[in-house]
């Protein structure tokens, strides 16, 4: 006998919207012939409050920080399989429809940035007078006590020109320097107020950076320092989603319409 499981989950969907819990003017008749049937719980809890990562741990068992999953647009690992997977190699027919949302696609129909984020070094290498990068960015997530096993996440951003660099670290102080007189950087300089439209200016850069390459970490936390004192806190993150332009080379992101 073919063994099959159906699995049924609604989007946006609280309590307060199905007739089963008490709303008489919400007709859910097929949701609430299921909950009369089964189970009905008067709480539930998510282990994450946004749409993928939700998702993620309940069609795999384990928590986003764990399967990758941390934040929409981003894609399950590789390893990662799904309850259907480890059903189906136990001999339990399994099936999928609607939306999916845990292929790492994005659905907003907003503009994505060229896939190759850097600059060819070519032009100098011909003629060693032109410049390439006028400033170049470099990034810290994490650190490791011992390469691959134990350690934190310490998230820091940085943009450096020749003569400055200006650090963001969100758990710890920011940094600003004068690399032509500072060279060994011991004099930060993110508290003095004649450098602020200096580092605003780089502030800037590095900001743009993040939004073009679709930083998953990124947020107004970033906009957000205390010498930055016109910003005002937002979630919108200049209208940028994750996902990055398929150019046919690499496997495709899945758009949702």
């Avoid at 647009?73 to 845990?102: E, M």
């Avoid at 032509?180 to 450098?195: A, F, T």
Wanted: with cysteine.
């Amino acid at each position: 006998m073919n063994k099959q499981v159906i699995f049924i989950m609604t989007d946006t969907t609280c309590k307060e919207m199905l007739g089963c819990y008490g709303n008489k003017n919400m007709r859910t008749p097929n949701l609430d012939a299921l909950a009369a049937e089964g189970i009905r719980y008067e709480n539930a809890y998510t282990c994450q409050p946004v749409c993928g990562p939700a998702r993620s741990a309940i069609f795999t068992g384990l928590f986003p920080h764990s399967n990758g999953m941390t934040a929409n647009g981003l894609a399950l690992g590789s390893n990662v399989k799904t309850i259907g997977q480890r059903l189906t190699d136990c001999g339990i027919h399994c099936g999928y429809i609607g939306k999916w949302h845990l292929d790492g696609g994005d659905y907003f129909g907003l503009p994505v940035p060229k896939l190759l984020e850097g600059k060819s070094m070519l032009p100098q290498i011909y003629d060693t007078k032109k410049t390439i990068n006028d400033a170049v960015f470099t990034e810290f997530t994490r650190y490791e006590t011992d390469h691959d096993g134990f350690g934190g996440l310490q998230l820091m951003r940085a943009v450096i020109s020749e003569h400055h660099k200006l650090a963001l670290h969100l758990l710890d102080k920011d940094e600003f320097y004068y690399l032509r007189s500072d060279p060994d950087e011991l004099h930060n300089r993110i508290e003095d107020e004649s450098c602020l439209d200096l580092i605003k200016k780089y502030h800037e850069l590095l900001i743009r950076h993040i939004n073009e390459t679709r930083d998953p970490f990124r947020g107004y936390q970033w906009s957000y320092r205390p010498w930055n004192k016109g910003f005002t806190p937002g979630w919108n993150n200049e209208g940028f989603t994750r996902q990055k332009e398929d150019d046919g080379y690499e496997p495709r992101q899945l758009d949702y319409v």
